[in-house]
């Protein structure tokens, strides 16, 4: 059974910086491409970045582009999103989810997988 477990939330104060983990178990990711979603009070789930299990390709939202970095550790089947400069539209519940297929993705109706979400709240 896959698992996609979500940690590293909190509340940081604006221009502050989080690293947030992504653990994931259950299946082989290899060819798998990994993304993060966030989802404030009200709005849509909105897409913030994704990478392919291998590294090589990632994509950002344009919302998080040049602030925010994903990455992976294939020998802790560990993703990360380090988050820095946060603004408080930055505040939402964000999610780890996991694709097949290599082609990069954007929407949450072409995840398979989720994570339970962890809270991030920038104060201003």
């Known amino acids: 059974q896959v698992q996609l477990v979500e940690s590293g939330g909190g509340l940081v104060q604006a221009g502050g910086s989080l690293r947030l983990s992504c653990a994931a178990s259950g299946r082989t990711f290899s060819g798998y491409r990994m993304g993060w979603f966030r989802q404030a009070p009200g709005k849509e789930r909105e897409f913030v970045s994704t990478i392919t299990w291998s590294g090589v390709r990632t994509y950002y939202g344009d919302s998080v582009k040049g602030r925010f970095t994903i990455s992976r550790d294939t020998t802790k089947n560990t993703v990360y999103l380090q988050m820095n400069s946060l603004k408080p539209e930055d505040t939402a519940v964000y999610y780890c989810?996991?694709?097949?297929?290599?082609?990069?993705?954007?929407?949450?109706?072409?995840?398979?997988?989720w994570g339970q979400g962890t809270q991030v709240t920038v104060s201003s």
């Open positions: 989810a996991a694709s097949s297929g290599g082609m990069i993705k954007t929407q949450p109706r072409d995840f398979d997988y």
